[in-house]
């Protein structure tokens, strides 16, 4: 998961309990950067299989990624990560210029 459990776990629950104005959930929430890198590598990772990002795909996935790992983190078993994205990515439609 990239990251250790229980940090995890604790995060998940201090953006749960905190309100957005407080200054920590910042904080919890990671650096602007680290979403602009990730969003940008979702956004590559959908032009490579030929998904435009037209309609906020890129955000799509990182959501249903999250997701996934917030079930995992919380249930302490593996999330179905793989054969989940790849399914959303199968159903999302295609402008057939697909880099390799």
Same mark, same amino acid.
Not at 11 to 17: G, H, K, P
Not at 39 to 55: I, K
């Given at each position: 998961m990239g990251?250790?459990?229980?940090?995890?776990?604790a995060?998940? /629950? &201090?953006?749960?309990?905190l309100s957005p104005e %407080?200054?920590?959930?910042s904080s919890l929430r990671g650096p602007?950067?680290?979403r602009e890198v990730v969003?940008?590598?979702?956004?590559? /990772? &959908?032009?490579?299989?030929?998904?435009?990002? %037209?309609?906020g795909r890129a955000w799509e996935l990182l959501a249903l990624v999250d997701g996934?790992?917030?079930r995992q983190a919380v249930t302490a078993g593996p999330a179905p990560i793989q054969p989940v994205v790849?399914?959303?990515i199968r159903g999302l439609p295609k402008d057939g210029n697909a880099r390799p």
């Open positions: 990251e250790d459990v229980t940090a995890l776990r995060r998940y /629950a &201090l953006l749960l309990e %407080d200054p920590a959930w602007a950067r680290v969003l940008t590598m979702a956004e590559e /990772a &959908l032009g490579r299989v030929g998904v435009r990002d %037209d309609s996934l790992l917030f790849e399914t959303f």
